[in-house]
């Protein structure tokens, strides 16, 4: 059975006791009676509980309302978190989950985008080219602008190689690419990386996060997938690594986007790349 609470006693004793002093005859005025007829009454209390409550013994001195204390006071009046800020931190993390999904998290674990990555930093591309690609003293990389000037790796890799200066004022890449063809020099000096400060596996790579991390290039065919094994298992020391070798390169890069090159390698297996044409031999057997 309920018992009326402590506070709700306190405060009708008091009502009592300022209205009307006593005009308590009617029924029966012992406290358990007037704890028996509030349970059975509901919320509203008859006159009788009034005056029950105001005669039970233990509650001598009926205070009116109790100082609440200052404690209680500063949690009450204190600014509370609404209900829907608790959901912000899910909304967060949902949002984080999403965003990573469009920025290929996953395959960020993968030691070959970590050391790609790495090494575009340090060896000053991101400086001029901005670390997103987005461009900067140099060409942006991103939304395809790469692949459209080089729609093959190797011929990129000649360039970065090679520089601009090497070239200056000759047309190289495509020279159909959306937003006209490019010439060695319109924006300055791209400088050459063949003076062994990278060997051809870290160039390999560089040209990979350009392309495929910052530009946004398809990986999936098998000659793609052969080619990121290939500078993984270099990288893991498994296969030997080499020195930049612009005239190997210029041997297997193609004349029509790449000036001085042959297109004629003595070994095709030893170009840097994916390897197309054998995969399309081989697909032809
Ligand atoms: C000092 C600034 C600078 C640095 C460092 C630099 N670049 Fe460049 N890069 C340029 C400039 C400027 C151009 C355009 C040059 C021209 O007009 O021929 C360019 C052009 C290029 C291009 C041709 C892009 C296109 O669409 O035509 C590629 C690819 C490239 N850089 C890659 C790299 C890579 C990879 C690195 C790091 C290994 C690097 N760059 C470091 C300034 C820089």
Not at 27 to 55: I, K, R, T
Not at 117 to 126: E, I, K, N, T, V
Not at 205 to 221: P, Q
Request: aromatic share 8%; with cysteine.
């Amino acid at each position: 059975m309920t018992e009326i609470p402590e506070h709700l006693l306190k405060r009708s004793a008091a009502r009592r006791g300022k209205s009307t002093g006593d005009e308590g005859s009617s029924g029966d005025a012992s406290p358990s009676a007037a704890v028996e007829a509030s349970a059975s009454s509901g919320p509203s209390q008859p006159p009788a509980v009034v005056q029950a409550a105001a005669a039970i013994p233990r509650d001598p001195e009926p205070e009116p309302a109790k100082p609440v204390p200052s404690f209680v006071e500063a949690a009450l009046s204190r600014k509370r978190m609404p209900m829907w800020a608790m959901a912000i931190p899910f909304f967060a993390l949902l949002w984080a989950y999403s965003f990573a999904g469009t920025m290929q998290q996953p395959e960020v674990e993968d030691p070959l985008f970590i050391e790609s990555a790495a090494l575009y930093g340090s060896q000053g591309c991101a400086g001029c080219h901005g670390a997103g690609g987005g461009g900067g003293i140099g060409y942006g990389f991103t939304d395809g602008e790469v692949y459209a000037t080089f729609p093959e790796p190797i011929d990129q890799i000649v360039h970065i190689a090679r520089g601009s200066a090497a070239i200056s004022g000759e047309q190289y890449g495509d020279g159909a690419r959306p937003g006209g063809a490019r010439v060695a020099g319109a924006r300055g000096v791209m400088p050459n990386y063949d003076t062994g400060a990278i060997t051809q596996n870290e160039l390999e790579l560089i040209v990979f996060h350009e392309r495929a991390t910052l530009g946004g290039e398809d990986t999936s065919s098998e000659a793609y997938q052969e080619w990121m094994e290939h500078m993984r298992e270099v990288a893991e020391g498994i296969l030997p690594d080499h020195a930049v070798d612009l005239e190997l390169f210029l041997s297997c890069a193609n004349p029509e986007y790449t000036p001085g090159a042959s297109g004629n390698p003595e070994d095709p297996e030893e170009c840097p790349g994916p390897h197309h044409s054998e995969d399309e031999e081989v697909a032809s057997e």
